[in-house]
């Protein structure tokens, strides 16, 4: 009797384990959560105020270009360049990812190797059919490359541009 | 009773051990590629390096039990470039029938002129940058031959860079108390070209790029006679000698030329577990700080 009893324990406690991990894995993913594009056409400008080279020390496994800048808005790519100029400004059109309300950007950029040492400043504006909605500015900490993401609000068509912001 | 319930205890966890899954080996041919590989594949693979700490690859003779690591790896990593003197890596992996991937891939290689011919100068190791290409490298030949585990290799191929640019920057940060007109680097022999050129040095040895007997390779008179010369006119404070090389020669060069042992390199081997160069990152750190004692 106690075997069977002892057996019994064993099967019903493996078996709720092996039930558990199971189920577990089987699990479907959170319901889904989509906004609406915003209305408009949108542009991306970004200005730097040196050479963005391709980064010497990035991981290279030959998937993506090397490059020297890029700018991804809610995870989509909007701009992969290989190098840019200080001073000019590259501009991307349209960008379908720009969402009405909150918006992320993320930024990568790469300063020559022999410059790293002091400071540097990239400059992004979003524009809806010409006209900037919003503008930031970032500095690079000496030493380390520009790899920034920022929250970025697009107000709905008719309201006012935001103020420019320097972050630091 | 208690022995049956003990034997389903051990059946409990029999499955989980059995079906684990063996490990795959990498064998490298250089202390410095298989401490990459062995960032970048942490615990997931074993690594094996046929070169012990000090060994010269130039002159390195595989033994039968180098054979017999060969035999168990499944992926080979060389240097390339003929810093294996007489291929002697891909000789070993390709008597054993294993794939056979080259860290020096795709980067340019600095040229030699020597004994009339172009060489391609293979420590390309010294400068981080190039560190970053054998990495990548690495990160492509792992990544083929195990695709499960590529987001693991990419993440740690990641961090391990971030490191490599920290090492580039405090190296550059430590060579600026050197004066640019006494940053001239004696050596043994002619590893240190890729170095000298990230961070601005000239560099002379006695001894050509490799310390065998290739083209262009070993010491000559004429070329002892250089660095004499070199040492006396610029006023080289010091010489180096290298972990890997025998220092006899050097020690007799500097006695010559009346200037001292600055102390020893790391170059074509890295140190032994418990000192300073076991690791890449260690090695250039030690190197570049016996540099600034010595020169500055």
């Given amino acids: 009797m106690r075997f069977l009893l002892t057996a019994l324990i064993w099967v019903v406690f493996v078996g709720s384990v092996a039930l558990f991990t199971s189920r577990r894995d089987a699990r479907g993913p959170v319901a889904s959560y989509a906004r609406a594009a915003a209305k408009g056409i949108f542009a991306v400008e970004v200005t730097a105020s040196f050479t963005a080279e391709p980064d010497p020390f990035a991981l290279d496994t030959g998937k993506a270009k090397p490059a020297g800048l890029v700018v991804r808005v809610n995870g989509v790519e909007a701009i992969r360049a290989a190098t840019v100029k200080p001073g000019a400004a590259i ?6 990812a720009v969402l009405e309300g909150k918006n992320e950007l993320f930024i990568e950029a790469y300063p020559p190797a022999d410059q790293l040492n002091r400071s540097h400043a990239i400059r992004v504006r979003i524009l809806r059919d010409g ?3 919003a503008e930031r500015t970032f500095w690079s900490e000496p030493g380390t490359p520009i790899a920034t993401a920022f929250p970025l609000e697009v107000p709905a068509a008719g309201a006012p541009a935001k103020d420019d912001h320097n972050d630091h | 009773m208690k022995s049956i319930a003990l034997l389903l205890t051990a059946l409990t966890f029999l499955p989980a051990a059995a079906d684990e899954p063996r490990k795959k080996v990498i064998v490298c041919s250089t202390t410095q590629i298989a401490d990459f590989a062995r960032q970048i594949v942490g615990d997931r693979c074993v690594v094996k390096c046929i070169l012990a700490p000090g060994a010269d690859p130039h002159t390195y003779m595989p033994t039968p039990g180098d054979a017999e690591i060969a035999a168990t790896a499944d992926l080979c990593l060389e240097n390339g470039l003929h810093l294996e003197g007489k291929n002697w890596m891909a000789t070993l992996a390709k008597d054993r029938g294993k794939p056979i ?8 290689p600095l040229e030699l002129e020597a004994g009339g011919q172009k060489i391609h100068d293979p420590h390309a190791w010294f400068s981080p940058v190039n560190a970053a290409r054998y990495v990548n490298n690495i ?11 590529t987001g ?22 430590q060579f600026n108390a050197i004066l640019p007109e006494k940053r001239i680097l004696v050596t043994s022999h002619d590893a240190f070209n890729y170095f000298c050129r990230d961070y601005g040095f000239k560099s002379a040895s006695p001894v050509g790029w490799s310390t065998g007997n290739e083209v262009g390779a070993g010491m000559t008179p004429e070329r002892r006679k250089a660095v004499v010369d070199s040492i006396r006119s610029f006023g080289v404070k010091a010489v180096f ?13 500097a006695r010559e030329a009346g200037v001292a042992v600055g102390g020893q390199l790391y ?15 260690g090695m250039m750190r030690e190197n570049v700080l016996t540099i600034v004692r010595a020169l500055k």
């Avoid at chain 2, 492509?140 to 585990?149: E, M, R, T, Y």
């Avoid at chain 2, 000698?241 to 060069?253: A, G, I, W």
């Avoid at chain 2, 170059?267 to 990152?281: C, K, Q, R, V």
């Fill in chain 1, 131 to 133: 006209e900037p909605v």
């Fill in chain 2, 152 to 173: 693991e290799f990419e993440a740690r191929a990641k961090l391990y860079l971030q490191q490599l640019r920290t090492l580039d920057a405090w190296i550059k940060e």
């Fill in chain 2, 241 to 253: 000698v290298e972990t890997s090389v025998n220092p006899k020669m050097v020690q007799e060069l």
């Fill in chain 2, 101 to 108: 991937a080259t860290c020096t891939e795709g980067l340019e």
């Fill in chain 1, 91 to 96: 501009r991307v059109e349209p960008v379908a």
């Fill in chain 2, 267 to 281: 170059s074509d081997s890295m140190g032994g577990p418990g000192t300073a160069g076991e690791t890449y990152i």
């Fill in chain 2, 139 to 149: 990160v492509v030949a792992l990544s083929k031959l195990d695709p499960s585990g």
